[in-house]
């Protein structure tokens, strides 16, 4: 029945996306969609097509869209126990599918408002639960079971974005979701408020970013330490200052959180909860002769956060049968953390890159992931190697850890937002967690069809799931057709 209904709902989707864009477009050029300010870090993404020819660079408008659709399944693998939040040990599969309209409307020469709208169905597999670095980054707007999350679409992005010229000279920008301006100027400030994606804005990568075209697991995608605000699906409120100067860029941004962990509903009042961003982008030639960039973030968050070490302490003073995170009063604790994000051009049409991150891991994990500490290196071919210049593959390897705090947490039965092999009513005599750094090795093909119709398999291999040796490991083999519209 569900399969139908998402089948429905994008067939759905597709025509309502004929009938209304094909007579705009006719008046329109084509245009090839991308998402930010041109950058020689993003040469081979450039390339992306669309089914359909957008409006021109001229207009004042910008219409566009994307359907990605994932399956993944896993054999049955070693578990020597398993617990509420572990990630199922027998054979599995599961089908995601994210739909989004992008939509944006130029008011003035340095004014635009952007507005998108997104649909999510499907399911990830064991409800989304038991792997640090989950293995589709989609599924984080999926409402899994038990969410209270609608299955209706939603509003995902909606902000103002404010351009403050200070230069002459214009760089050539590329129309998408976030900016509908053909050119910026190359020394400006750049504000942007509203509902917005904190990872739009902060640790970008062309080569590690885009789980829709590149890789999908949580922490090859993103920084897993990087504890950014958020919205159950992904999203908050907030504003966002950046100024750029050609080779260097800063940008500053102040955040709503969650009331509760990986809650849907955001904390409005600022004394009981807020984040700070900062980041600082340099563009540098690590190699002679070819480009690199380098990124230094870092953050904090204040929230209703509890700690680790305070869990644990109730409970063996017997104040509570497990250690549980939220047993705890209304309190304002501080989590903060460091990256470093590096991507640097390579002889042979290839980019690596590479992410380090760290949060200081004595308060609850908030907002993505379970992981306090994380390595992530990998590297990208340009299908131009073999004459297939749209196509791209990579591989990459993801190493994440958590605090000791954390792990006594888990060890002693404690469950978070997303793992722990224990629970209620569940407690081994040796302790629920036989440490180990989780460690995802993933590797991508994706082959351009025809027009803007992409598809490729994707394969994980997971050691240690949820930092545990008693268990995995793992591999999960995937396939994705993604469509830009």
């Known amino acids: 029945?569900?399969?139908?209904?998402?089948?429905?709902?994008?067939?759905?989707?597709?025509?309502?996306?004929?009938?209304?864009?094909?007579?705009?477009?006719?008046?329109?050029?084509?245009?090839?969609?991308?998402?930010?300010?041109?950058?020689?870090?993003?040469?081979?993404?450039?390339?992306?097509d669309s089914m359909l020819p957008h409006f021109g660079d001229a207009r004042p408008f910008y219409v566009s869209g994307?359907?990605?659709?994932?399956?993944?399944?896993?054999?049955?693998?070693?578990?020597?126990?398993?617990?509420?939040?572990?990630?199922?040990?027998?054979?599995?599969?599961?089908?995601?599918?994210?739909?989004?309209?992008?939509?944006?409307?130029?008011?003035?020469?340095?004014?635009?408002?952007?507005?998108?709208?997104?649909?999510?169905?499907?399911?990830?597999?064991?409800?989304?639960?038991?792997?640090?670095?989950?293995?589709?980054l989609d599924v984080v707007r999926i409402p899994g079971e038990g969410s209270p999350l609608s299955t209706a679409p939603y509003l995902a992005r909606a902000m103002l974005h404010q351009v403050i010229r200070l230069s002459s000279r214009n760089a050539e920008s590329d129309r998408g979701y976030m900016t509908t301006f053909a050119e910026l100027p190359a020394r400006r400030i750049e504000i942007r408020a509203g509902l917005l994606d904190t990872v739009d804005v902060f640790d970008q990568n062309s080569v590690g970013s885009d789980s829709h075209f590149q890789f999908m697991n949580w922490s090859t995608a993103q920084n897993g330490a990087y504890d950014y605000a958020a919205d159950t699906r992904g999203y908050t409120w907030g504003v966002v200052t950046e100024y750029h100067d050609g080779r260097y860029a800063f940008r500053a941004g102040e955040m709503l959180e969650p009331k509760i962990a990986n809650g849907i509903d955001m904390e409005w009042n600022l004394r009981k909860a807020h984040a700070e961003n900062f980041e600082f982008e340099v563009r540098t030639k690590l190699l002679p002769k070819?480009?690199?960039?380098?990124?230094?973030?870092?953050y904090i968050n204040h929230a209703n956060m509890g700690i680790y070490r305070d869990a644990v302490a109730n409970f063996k003073a017997g104040l509570t049968p497990l250690p549980e995170i939220t047993d705890h009063p209304q309190q304002l604790t501080v989590k903060y953390g460091f990256g470093v994000n590096i991507e640097q051009a390579l002889p042979a049409n290839l980019r690596a890159f590479a992410r380090w991150?760290?949060?200081?891991?004595?308060?609850?994990?908030?907002?993505?992931?379970?992981?306090?500490?994380?390595?992530?290196?990998?590297?990208?071919?340009?299908?131009?190697?073999?004459?297939?210049?749209?196509?791209?593959?990579?591989?990459?390897?993801?190493?994440?850890?958590?605090?000791k705090d954390h792990q006594n947490y888990l060890h002693d039965g404690g469950l978070g937002f997303l793992i722990g092999d224990g629970g209620p009513g569940f407690l081994r005599p040796s302790g629920n967690l036989n440490y180990g750094r989780e460690q995802d090795m993933e590797y991508y093909y994706t082959a351009h069809l025809w027009r803007g119709l992409y598809a490729g398999p994707d394969l994980q291999h997971v050691n240690n799931p949820g930092y545990n040796r008693d268990r995995g490991p793992i591999l999960i083999p995937g396939f994705r057709i993604h469509m830009e519209l």
């Open 357 to 403: 991150g760290w949060n200081n891991g004595k308060t609850e994990s908030w907002a993505y992931t379970e992981i306090d500490s994380t390595f992530v290196v990998g590297i990208r071919a340009d299908g131009r190697q073999w004459h297939r210049k749209k196509d791209r593959a990579g591989a990459a390897f993801a190493s994440n850890a958590i605090s």
């Open 290 to 298: 070819k480009e690199g960039v380098v990124r230094l973030l870092s």
């Open 66 to 136: 994307q359907i990605n659709v994932i399956f993944q399944t896993h054999p049955a693998f070693h578990a020597d126990y398993s617990g509420q939040n572990s990630f199922g040990p027998h054979y599995e599969k599961a089908t995601s599918r994210i739909m989004t309209l992008y939509t944006g409307v130029r008011v003035s020469h340095s004014t635009e408002v952007l507005v998108d709208i997104e649909d999510a169905a499907g399911q990830g597999m064991s409800n989304s639960l038991g792997l640090a670095g989950y293995s589709n």
């Open 1 to 48: 029945m569900k399969k139908r209904m998402m089948i429905a709902t994008t067939a759905a989707f597709m025509a309502w996306w004929i009938l209304v864009c094909i007579p705009a477009s006719a008046l329109a050029q084509a245009a090839t969609p991308a998402d930010s300010v041109k950058d020689a870090a993003a040469a081979a993404d450039d390339a992306t």
